[in-house]
Structures are given as structure tokens and as C-alpha cells.
């Protein structure tokens, strides 16, 4: 899809929220649409959506972060580490670095190929098979140094 078609669309979907009421839900909405058509959201489209919606920035980034499918960076894994206490006591923090060492992990939380997004979570609600990690929504219990390592060549394959 060419840059003056995807502007199009950017307007057409700007012109259908504009006109619907100002809740959380349509904003999300709007949000999974222009992620389809740009595949991410830049921190350049998130203020044109502000800025068209009469809203602040914040409003719709506080959406993305606390979302599983919005990405603000066009990665293709997002995994989250699990800080509670619990995977805390357990080498949750160890692996965590692990991860963050093993990624080259910038200060965005993106590897240094871009492919995978890291974050953490105060809590997956998994405390029983601590240590945790989620990795595109599935969660992995039981984490190993090991483990981890297996499942991040994996995911470069």
C-alpha cells in the first residue's frame, strides 16, 4: 500500500471517530485500525489521532501501553516478564536480566534487531508456577535459564 493511500485511509478513519463519542472503547478502536493499516503506532500517529480527536497524547499511549495488541514499534514478539514477588523470590529478576542481556535490550525495550519487545508485569497471576514469563499472550511457567534460551532461538528461527 502506497504512502497516499494509507493517508487516506489515516483521514477516513480520523473523519469516522471524530464523530463518535469520546470513550476509551472507540478510542482503542481507532487504534487497532490505523494499526492495521500501519502495521505499529508511531509516536507520530498517536499525536495526529490526539490532535484529531481533541485529546491528549497520554490518553492514547496510556491505551497502547496497557494493551496486548497495540505496538508502538514494528516488532514481532512481545514478551512480558513477570516482577511479582513470587517470580522475584524465584530468579524471576536473574532471567529478566538474562533476557535483557541476551536481547541487548535498548532503552525502548526493543532487541537490538527489532524484532521482540520486552516488558515487565508486578504480576501474571501464575504465582503457583513462578518463575513466569508471557510471550505473545501464552504464558511460560516454570522458567529456566535454560528454558529461556530455547525459546529465544526459537524465536530467531
Known amino acids: 500500500m502506497d504512502q497516499k493511500n494509507k493517508q487516506e485511509q489515516l ?3 480520523f473523519s469516522f471517530y471524530q464523530k ?3 470513550e476509551q472503547e472507540n478510542y482503542r ?3 487497532e485500525e490505523l494499526q492495521e493499516v500501519y502495521g505499529f503506532l508511531s509516536e507520530e500517529i498517536l499525536e495526529q489521532a490526539a490532535e484529531a480527536l481533541h485529546i491528549k497524547v497520554t490518553v492514547l499511549s496510556c491505551l497502547v501501553k496497557y494493551s496486548s495488541t497495540l505496538k508502538l ?3 514481532q514478539h512481545k514478551i512480558v516478564a513477570c516482577t511479582g514477588e513470587r ?3 524465584k530468579n524471576g529478576l536473574y532471567l ?3 533476557l535483557k542481556q541476551e536481547l541487548k535490550i535498548d532503552k525502548n525495550g526493543l ?3 527489532k524484532k521482540i519487545f520486552l516488558s515487565t508485569q508486578n504480576c501474571l497471576k ?3 508456577t513462578s518463575p513466569n514469563i508471557m510471550i505473545d499472550g501464552e504464558i511460560y511457567a516454570h522458567m529456566t535459564e535454560e528454558r529461556i534460551m530455547e525459546i529465544l532461538k526459537k524465536l530467531g528461527e
Do not use: F, T, V
Open 73 to 75: 514499534a514494528p516488532y
Open 20 to 22: 463518535q463519542p469520546g
Open 87 to 89: 517470580c522475584g523470590n
Open 111 to 113: 532487541s537490538k534487531d
Open 11 to 13: 483521514q477516513e478513519i
Open 29 to 31: 478502536s481507532m487504534l
Open 126 to 128: 501464575h504465582c503457583k
Open 96 to 98: 529478566l536480566n538474562k
